[in-house]
């Protein structure tokens, strides 16, 4: 049983902010009843800390992460969280850059003592802050980091976000296959985001695999709005297949940039553009986009069906790739935390033994999300089975479409 042993006086000091952050007008003792309640007025809530892009353009992606981080929160307190004491996750605001980034890790370590971090949204972000969970000794889970080097950060540092690798190359597989004929490729990346740079060196490898034809391969900055000048280039060299590696409000506004300027043939949209919040950048244009997932929501089994309700219902859509990822990173330490307790009274341990000891469970435990069952190599590598292309339909108004799953 978690007892506790972290209730130190900052950790109290963090959870009467809590409380009034959630208008809980109460000192702890004669609270409500519901589970939800509990995680936010139980003193022992064990503390994980979440730190998402929450503003910036880059919420964009990270609002989808913290709906996912949340409906794990309520489902597994609901289930008992860490044999009957609950989780509380402490979110921390990240921004879009660095800085904000190594400040949210910072406060999350320091200031709210957190067990673990899920975090951060964007890879660029993760190899400036992820060093100083290493150094503090304090898990990581990367939802969403998915650039080669990752995991090799170190020991503290492991993703649930299969790496461009292994999810890129299939929606360039699939592209082929709705249009055999694609012999002319022109590759777009964002020069200034290290997922886009590495994404891009897997597709232009894919591409030549494939026995392609690599047209050209033009630069841009996830800044930009205006891309008329590589858009130009670009469609002077004829492509039938476009692959853009960028994020989701650049990313979108090329599509958009493209299709205006009169191209008709195949897009690819990396990881950074799988988001519905591309919907209203690119409009009808961003019809036809295939982007590669690592997530289905018709995946079987029963943690996803749970995920997948308890998301439809709230969001009335099916649940998206980012947030599906970022429930499985919260619910690998709640069945981490479970299994380190049920072999070591995690009440007995400091904090930097518990991180520690936790780090290690993670790594050991095989888990059964809604990704599927994944594991980690030793370096913290997810190992996962399935992937996915979806191709982007846009209703008739422009402004609203679906991610439909290609067979
Ligand atoms: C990374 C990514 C982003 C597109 C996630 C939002 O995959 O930065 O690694």
Redesign the pocket.
Known sequence: MYKSTIRTSAFLTTLTLLLSACGGANTGTNTTNTATNTASTSPSAIPIGVALAQTSNVAL?GQEQVAGAKIAEKYFNEQGGIDGTPIKLVFQDTGGDEAGTINAFQTLINNDRVVGIVGP????QAFSADPIAERAKVPVIGP????KGIPQIGDYVARV?APVTVVAPNSVQAALKSNPNIKRVAVFYAQND??SKSETEVFQQTVKEQGLELVTVQKFQTTDTDFQTQATNALNLKPDLVIISG?AADGGNLVKQLRELGYQGSIIGG??L?TSNVFSVCQEHCNGVLIAQAYSPEHPGEINAAFRNAYSSQYKKEPPQ?SAQAYTAVQVYVEALKALDSKTDISTLSLPQLRTELNKQILAGSYQTPLGEISFTPEGEVVQKEFYVAQIKMNNNGNSGQFAFLK
Not at 121 to 124: A, D, I, M, R
Request: aromatic share 12%; net charge neutral.
């Open positions: 992606l949204t964007l890879s660029q969403s980091n998915t650039a976000s290290a997922f994020l990881n950074g799988n980012f």
